[in-house]
T-cell receptor, first 109, second 112 residues
């Protein structure tokens, strides 16, 4: 069964901390994505990557960066966490449809 | 700008009935539409993809239609069960790139 694994289900961080969210897929997919999901705002694309070391900004990249050093791993980095980055973060990789991870519920206090 | 929209109001139906959810898109012509199911606190799960040249697609109790004239896709669950209760999202790719844009989702509640 194909899988996208996000490293943490729940995370609590302090304002100003640097936060790393890790995502690993085992399907040899080229395209990977990071979304955040908030009530009333739906899924919003932060960054995506279509190949190793390649990245493209999505709709809301401010305050985030990404890293794709290996094909199977796509990391989202919050450079200096702020309370407005409290959200559910979802990683996905693309086959016929997207396969999503279980999500990371991040709370910034 | 390109938009994909779903009815944000929850849909409540009785077990055994057919649930019908709507997805409308404006200002673009997607080559395909996708439907996902999302349970609370979990990531969406891919259900079906329908291409613009396909009028209808079925998978078990699920049926999806794609009407390019109305710019609309309908998602049907026949013989609905309480276990079908979830939020259902439609999504499509815009005119460039491989990234999907998602509708806001419609929450379905099936009552026993």
């Amino acid at each position: 069964d194909v899988k996208v694994t996000q490293s943490s289900r729940y995370l609590v961080k302090r304002t100003g901390e640097k936060v790393f969210l890790e995502c690993v897929q085992d399907m040899d997919h080229e395209n990977m994505f990071w979304y955040r999901q908030d009530p009333g705002l739906g899924l919003r694309l932060i960054y995506f990557s279509y190949d190793v070391k390649m990245k493209e900004k999505g709709d809301i990249p401010e305050g985030y960066s990404v890293s794709r050093e290996k094909k199977e791993r796509f990391s989202l980095i919050l450079e200096s966490a702020s309370t407005n980055q409290t959200s559910m973060y979802l990683c996905a990789s693309m086959g016929v449809g997207y396969t999503f991870g279980s999500g990371t519920r991040l709370t910034v206090v | 700008s390109q938009k994909i929209e779903q009815n944000s109001e929850a849909l409540n139906i009785q077990e055994g009935k057919t649930a019908t959810l709507t997805c409308n898109y404006t200002n673009y012509s997607p080559a395909y539409l996708q439907w996902y199911r999302q349970d609370p606190g979990r990531g969406p799960v891919f259900l079906l993809l329908i291409r613009e040249n396909e009028k209808e697609k079925r998978k078990e109790r699920l049926k999806v239609t794609f009407d390019t004239t109305l710019k609309q896709s309908l998602f049907h669950i026949t013989a609905s069960q309480p276990a079908d209760s979830a939020t259902y999202l439609c999504a499509s790719r815009g005119n460039a790139g491989n990234m999907l844009t998602f509708g806001g989702g419609t929450r379905l509640m099936v009552k026993p």
